[in-house]
Every structure is written in C-alpha cells, then in structure tokens.
Nanobody, 127 residues
Framework: VQLQASGGGLVQTGGSLRLSCTVS????????ISWFRQVPGKERELLSC????????DYVDSVKDRFTISRDNAKNTVYLQMTSLKPEDSAVYYC?????????????????????WGQGTLVTVSS
C-alpha cells in the first residue's frame, strides 16, 4: 500500500488549504486513514482520523471545528480541509494507515501501529 500526500503550500493566517492523500496498491475502502503533522524538534501529532466502513471521524481538540476530514473511496483519496489557519498550524503533514487486517478499518491512536505512511506535504502559515 502506498500513500501520497499533496496540497500543502504557503497561506496567510485565516486562510484555507485542502490536503489530499491518495492511496494506491490496495483498495482504500478497507483502511482507516489518519492525518498527522510534525514540526521540527517536536513529536509527530495525530490530528484526525476517518474510519473505513462508516466514515466515522475524530479530531484532536486543537483542530476541531477548523479541519474536516473526508474520504472518496471511488477516487482512493482522503481529504483534509483546513480553514482558519494559524501560524502554529505550520508543519509537515502526513497521512497514514494502520493495517486493516489487524484493526478492521477502525481508527487507532497509537502511532507505532501505523504501517503505511505518505511522504509528507509542507504547510506554512504566514502571520
């Protein structure tokens, strides 16, 4: 399974971006997909997850009400719509998936359980 994140860029405070995570090599509909971000020198942070079967979503408090995760299984793509962006949202954003054979497509929080990672896309929010 390969994941490719895209859509990052430079945006002003208060602006919006939509990130995409395209999955190949397997049917994305089996997988829960999560978005993480990482700032240099800090731990990678789980932001949001969408489950496989029913599209249940979950968010960390810092992005709740500003970020929206969604999936289009026909396009093998998961999106992260980010609005009201702040300078502290600047980071490299990664999409990732745990192995559905172990977790049945459910969202999980333990980063070490994620087997498949995209390469990351840089988001920079200017003040």
């Amino acid at each position: 399974v390969q994941l490719q994140a895209s859509g990052g860029g430079l945006v002003q405070t208060g602006g919006s971006l939509r990130l995409s995570c395209t999955v190949s090599g397997s049917r994305m509909e089996y997988y829960a997909i999560s978005w993480f971000r990482q700032v240099p020198g800090k731990e990678r942070e789980l932001l949001s997850c969408i489950s496989s079967r029913h599209g249940e979503t979950d968010y960390v408090d810092s992005v709740k009400d500003r970020f929206t995760i969604s999936r289009d299984n026909a396009k093998n793509t998961v999106y992260l719509q980010m609005t009201s962006l702040k300078p502290e949202d600047s980071a490299v954003y990664y999409c990732a998936a745990p192995n559905w054979r172990r977790f049945g497509g459910q969202c999980i929080t333990e980063m070490f359980e994620y087997d498949f990672w995209g390469q990351g896309t840089l988001v920079t929010v200017s003040s």
